[in-house]
């Protein structure tokens, strides 16, 4: 029962440090398993889905030691078990990665069905043909998805379009299926990258990972490595457009400019000015905000991820924007917080349209989703006054210390707990 209490205005100023890549870390800390040994990752960001990943190893029978805030010591020597506990696979979407690894380790496995954000259905069909085509049955009942397999063997799998999810899951389960396994039609984000450069220093033979078609070679076992994750390329956007979108000046640390350039390309585009350095980014802005077109697609077009943050620049844009989301249904439900300050959108479908307007007003706003609650954040920092943001919870999921970071460039944000809604009635 917490909420933000922002009081914007204020352009933001100075550096943030970017933390490790939130989708990286929940597939990668599902992979450990498929070590049979123990692993040290290391920029883990801090935040409440790699702490729900850490406990489902834990639950598993991993021996999990933190080292340091960022850096977890994982031995899964000894672990045993293969069915995820419901309540906390509902707790995040991508507790479908721990399917593919304990799959390939034990031939079974159980998982409850994703949970996180509700951005519309997450099919996982996808997922399941992988496992099919590799010779695991599968049963969905009551919520659980159960599969198992005698053994698993390598086969040529298309996918019937680009998901990150089943890619990812395509390799965790792959491995060490006897023979090549070849997967077309895969996605190629960053973080697809690193689970198959985290895998191939455990042993693995991933080859082609960042493009169209992956070929795996199963191998027989695996072993132990320390490893970094990759920064955060949304967080890295996040902090990109709070500088836009407050007229400030800020360094964003601990980047890897090249995964920005999809966003760097339309803050340039809006008249933004984006300096690029080895491992970080410079973003500042004197004039005005340039409407655009944006159409969010897989990697390297545009991420969906991004969208509701760019969304909110482009509601006080000089002209009309459009933004078509062709990844998710629902991502348009910020749209609905935007209004009540005083924002000119219209949405027909997957299509929004956006007459910038002179600025925002505070509201009272509630965070309908990760991405979405990060706009609103963003929102509440343009505006002139103090507006309260609800549902923080799914803002946390992915942004460390996000009040901090924010603090630190200068922004007037808090953490404040809530009273229960009877009760502020009642008063």
């Known amino acids: 029962m917490e909420k933000f209490v922002i009081t914007g205005g204020k352009p933001l100023h100075g550096e943030v440090i970017i933390s490790g890549a939130k989708n990286a870390a929940v597939g990668i800390l599902p992979a450990t398993i498929l070590a049979a040994d123990v692993c040290v990752i290391e920029n883990l960001p801090d935040i409440s889905d790699v702490a729900v990943s850490l406990k489902i190893l834990s639950v ?40 593919g690894a304990l799959l ?34 599968d049963s969905v009942d009551y919520g659980m998805i159960t599969v198992h397999a005698d053994e698993l063997n390598g086969a040529h799998i298309f996918f019937d379009k680009v998901s990150v999810g089943a890619t990812m ?32 220093m455990c042993g693995a033979d991933v080859r082609g990972a960042g493009t169209d078609v ?59 000015e984006v300096e690029e350095f080895d491992d970080a980014v410079r973003v500042r802005r004197t004039g005005d905000i340039l409407p655009l077109k944006i159409n969010t697609m897989p990697h390297p077009g545009f991420p969906t991820d991004m969208q509701p943050l760019m969304g909110v620049l482009l509601s006080v844009a000089k002209g009309t924007s459009t933004v078509t989301e062709s990844v998710w249904d629902n991502r348009f439900r910020y749209v609905d917080e935007l209004r009540k300050m005083g924002a000119n959108v219209q949405v027909d479908g997957q299509v929004a349209v956006f007459e910038g307007v002179e600025k925002l007003s505070p509201a009272p706003l509630r965070a309908s989703d990760l991405r979405a609650g990060a706009a609103m954040v963003v929102a509440a920092l343009m505006a002139d006054g103090t507006s309260e943001i609800e549902e923080i919870g799914h803002i946390e999921r992915g942004y460390e210390n996000i009040v901090e970071k924010l603090r630190g460039l200068g922004a007037d944000i808090k953490k404040v707990e809530r009273m229960p809604a009877a009760l502020e009635q009642a008063l």
Do not use: W
């Open 60 to 99: 598993l029978g991993a021996k999990v030691r933190m080292l340091n805030k960022n850096t977890y010591e994982i031995d899964t020597t000894h672990l045993t078990g293969t069915n995820v506990p419901d309540d906390l696979s509902r707790q995040m979407r991508a507790s479908y990665y721990f399917l």
């Open 214 to 272: 992956i070929k795996v070679r199963g191998v027989e076992q695996m072993h132990g490595c320390t490893y970094s994750i990759i920064p955060d390329q949304i967080e890295a956007g996040s902090y990109m457009v709070a500088a836009a979108a407050t007229g400030g000046d800020v360094l964003v640390k601990n980047v890897t400019p090249k995964h920005l350039e999809p966003i760097t390309a339309k803050l340039r585009r809006a008249g933004i």
């Open 104 to 137: 390939s380790r034990f031939g079974k496995a159980q998982v409850a069905m994703p949970g996180g954000c509700n951005l519309g259905p997450r099919p996982i069909d996808q997922h399941l043909k992988v496992f099919s085509a590799l010779g695991a049955e």
């Open 169 to 200: 899951n395509g390799m965790l389960s792959a491995v060490m299926a006897k023979g090549q396994t070849i997967l077309e039609n895969c996605a190629k984000e960053p973080h697809v990258v690193d689970l198959a450069n985290f895998l191939n």
